[in-house]
């Protein structure tokens, strides 16, 4: 069964510091994967997007990495800030249109 | 920019009415778009996958003929809720897939908040 499942469901962090999620993929065939972010009442965001040769990408202070063996994703985020507080959803993507959501990380920042 | 525009953003309704929501690709061709809805504090649910030209495919336990789906041209879509009801409140989301060897992306519209009274 193709399922997507991502820890923690939340996260509180002080202001400046890392943090890591997680996300972990049981989708096969496996394409690629990728990473959004979704400010509360808005429409998610990419961030990156790895195929399955990728092990890492970054995108600012974001750096996404890829275990195509373990099947295992995450994200780390350096230095938090207050506007990182949003909902992070994992997507992966066999062959074809389609995709498989994560339910989330809540990640919230605070000074 | 956004390349996926979604309009309305809100809307609020009377119960029994029937909404119109819709999901245009800016710049680009899609064969392909998606219909979620969210509720508060809960991950993105598909609704149904939209191909120009054909009927959409809805998920189980999505109503074909309660959630409307048109997707007529290459960059617009349209989710039609009919004969709303409040337990159908809730973000709806659309999504468009631009394929392509080295670009391939899928972009999301920003969402629209209904509330049916």
């Known amino acids: 069964k193709n399922q997507v499942e991502q820890s923690p469901q939340s996260l509180i962090i002080l202001e400046g510091k890392n943090c890591t999620l997680q996300c972990n993929y049981t989708v096969s065939p496996f394409s690629n994967l990728r990473w959004y972010k979704q400010d509360t009442g808005r429409g998610p965001v990419s961030l990156t997007i790895m195929t399955f040769s990728e092990n890492t990408k970054s995108n600012g202070r974001y750096t996404a990495t890829l275990d195509a063996d373990t099947k295992q994703s995450s994200l780390h985020i350096t230095a938090s800030q207050l506007s990182d507080s949003a909902s992070y959803i994992c997507?992966?993507?066999?062959?074809?249109?389609?995709?498989?959501f994560g339910t989330g990380t809540s990640l919230t920042v605070i000074p | 920019g956004a390349v996926v525009s979604q309009h309305p953003s809100r809307v609020i309704c009377k119960s029994g009415t029937s909404v119109k929501i819709e999901c245009r690709s800016l710049?680009?061709?899609?064969?392909?778009m998606f219909w979620y809805r969210q509720f508060p504090k809960q991950s993105l649910m598909l609704m149904a996958t939209?191909?120009?030209?054909?009927?959409?495919?809805?998920e189980q336990g999505v109503e074909k003929d309660k959630f409307l789906i048109n997707h007529a041209s290459l960059t617009l879509s349209t989710l039609t809720v009919t004969s709303a009801h409040p337990e159908d409140s809730s973000f709806y989301i659309c999504?468009?897939?631009?394929?392509?060897?080295?670009?391939?992306?899928?972009?999301f519209g920003s969402g629209t908040q209904l509330s049916v009274l």
């Open positions: 999504s468009a897939f631009r394929q392509g060897a080295t670009n391939e992306k899928l972009f």
């Open positions: 939209s191909n120009e030209g054909s009927k959409a495919t809805y």
């Open positions: 997507v992966a993507s066999p062959t074809g249109n389609q995709f498989y």
């Open positions: 710049d680009f061709q899609a064969t392909t």
